[in-house]
């Protein structure tokens, strides 16, 4: 097993233990929906859920044996003080291996129980039957959405990973056949998990983004919608079938292109993806870029927004690397520049000329 697939097995596990956990209390609708659709996404799902409730069983009982409790295991070490070196594990797990051996039976017929339950699991995704569950809509739709200032990263039920910038929403919608994603603010970075039998699909003003497993940036702004891609490919283009589209264009890693409302793709051009991409370390990166560009991007994540009052300084070429929740370092670099003058008020922080 390649260490990314070590990784995705890492995940589908910590989420297998999430999930057994929430089902300790009755679900919501939409958090059983939620949880069905897990499951369904893919067999290893199954396996590791009934992992981690076999687990919890063990230790569930080994715990509740009297033995194993610390009075008990302090007074039997007090009772072999005579002794100056002895194995610890072995004193302490005894009484877990008698519970073991006199079990012995009835933990066979567990395990065969749970081997039926995961053959039945995986007999029935041959056929697309979840096994006791019941759907009213198989389409699992779930929104996601970030306050001003705050980023999110949220792993979806295929263990793709979505980022959310700052003042950014999405629509999640998953079904057997396929996977959509609807940004309807703001900004958000997809790492795709690839399935050829489930496309997945960004709409996002009126570009539609057609992954072919990779990773990538969506962002809406104004008039138009700007598409990254960090690694692999992905499709671009207009309508409700980019494949399809009569303006289809291919972007591959380190391209970027802008798709106009109600307009066609522009032409890709060669970026600095890192840049693009520096707000998943909540950060933002500038070169010789225009004063009033670097504040409208700092006010995207500042609680002041910064105005610029002297238009001369507008065109201020600024370079550097800047922390998006630290205004306060911001500002101190503009008060640093030869001829700014900065003013901080309960509202806002006003740039003008010395």
Known sequence: MSASEERVRDLITQQAADWFVANRAPLSAQER???????????IHV????????????LKEACELPDNSIDAVVARARAEESTLIQPFWPRVLAPVNDLLSFNWQRAVVSIAALGVVVFGFLALWHFNVSPGITFSDPVVTQHFSTRHGELQILRLADNSVLHLNTDSAV??????????????AGEADFEVIHDPTRPFTVFAGSAEVVDVGTVFDVRLQPNSTVVTVIEGRVGIGLGTSAAQSSKYVELSAGQQISVADQGAPGAPISVDAERTTAWL???????????????????????????IATPALKGLQISGVFATDDTEAFIAF????????????????RVSQD
């Open 47 to 58: 396996e590791e859920y009934l992992g981690v409730a076999v687990t919890a069983r063990d």
């Open 171 to 184: 629509t999640v919608r998953y079904s057997n056949s396929e996977r959509s994603v609807t940004l309807t």
């Open 33 to 43: 929906d939620a949880f069905s659709a897990w499951l369904r996404a893919s067999p």
């Open 281 to 307: 370390h909540r950060q933002i990166m500038f070169e010789r870029e225009p004063l009033e560009r670097v504040a409208r991007e700092i006010n995207r994540y500042s609680a002041k927004p910064i105005e």
């Open 334 to 349: 503009l008060r640093s520049l030869k001829g700014v003058h900065v003013e901080v008020t309960a509202t806002s922080i």
